[in-house]
């Protein structure tokens, strides 16, 4: 199974954008890379997944490097709200088994 | 609405005693999956299932136990082999598809061993 790695915590200003990093260095050709975040004592909750190419949605960018060894998710205008966890996963392409990393505490600041 | 439905929320047992925590979806979905949360940790797999009875151990099984009997419902039972229960407990399912299955997850179920 590929294993994420990701910085503890970062720290962001009110309305810059939050470019948070994975590191992904098993990842196998057939791993997509999903994205969540988890407010204190919620549920988490699914932002963006991608398998090679950038992916854009109404919450985030995903940027998957070419070697898929990395990748970072941008949050264009970060808010107080974007306060959370984030956590990178993997997910194995012929497989229904999700593998959470460490995640990254995301404290945007006023 | 569809989701998730996890109970009780907070539930407190003493030591040696088995319980279960309930998990119900409908969505639709083929797989379901149990992941414990520690304090300030992330979420480690226990147990998943892709298919009705069908479930596969996760990294921490040990002293844990599922059944799938339903699509809908996935219960986890915690044993009293688990030495260090108090955790908090989040339940998730997906469609199994390539391109969508996100995780959906349900709000937890918070156990506290007295």
């Known amino acids: 199974d590929a294993k994420t790695t990701q910085p503890p915590s970062m720290d962001c200003a009110e309305g810059r954008a939050a470019n948070l990093p994975c590191n992904n260095s098993t990842i196998s050709g057939n791993e997509y890379v999903y994205w969540y975040r988890q407010i204190h004592s919620q549920g988490p909750q699914y932002i963006i997944h991608?398998?090679?190419n950038n992916e854009t949605n109404e919450m985030a960018s995903l940027i998957i490097t070419e070697d898929r060894k990395s990748s970072t998710l941008i949050l264009p205008h970060a808010t107080l709200r974007d306060t959370a966890v984030y956590y990178c996963?993997?997910?194995?392409?012929?497989?229904?088994?999700?593998?959470f990393g460490t995640g990254t505490r995301l404290k945007v600041l006023a | 609405d569809g989701g998730i439905t996890q109970s009780p929320k907070y539930l407190f047992r003493k030591e040696g005693q088995n319980v279960t925590l309930s998990c119900e979806q409908n969505l639709n979905h083929d797989a379901m999956y149990w992941y414990r949360q520690d304090p300030g940790q992330g979420l480690r797999l226990i147990y998943y299932s892709q298919i009705v009875n069908d479930f596969q151990k996760g990294d921490i099984a040990e002293g844990y136990s599922v059944s799938r009997e339903k699509k809908e419902s996935f219960p986890l039972t915690v044993t009293s082999a688990q030495k260090n229960p108090t955790a908090f407990y989040l339940c998730a399912s997906s469609s199994g598809t390539a391109n969508t299955g996100e995780l959906f997850f349900g709000e937890g179920s918070r156990l506290t061993v007295l």
């Open positions: 996963i993997v997910r194995g392409g012929g497989t229904y088994k999700y593998i």
């Open positions: 991608g398998l090679k």
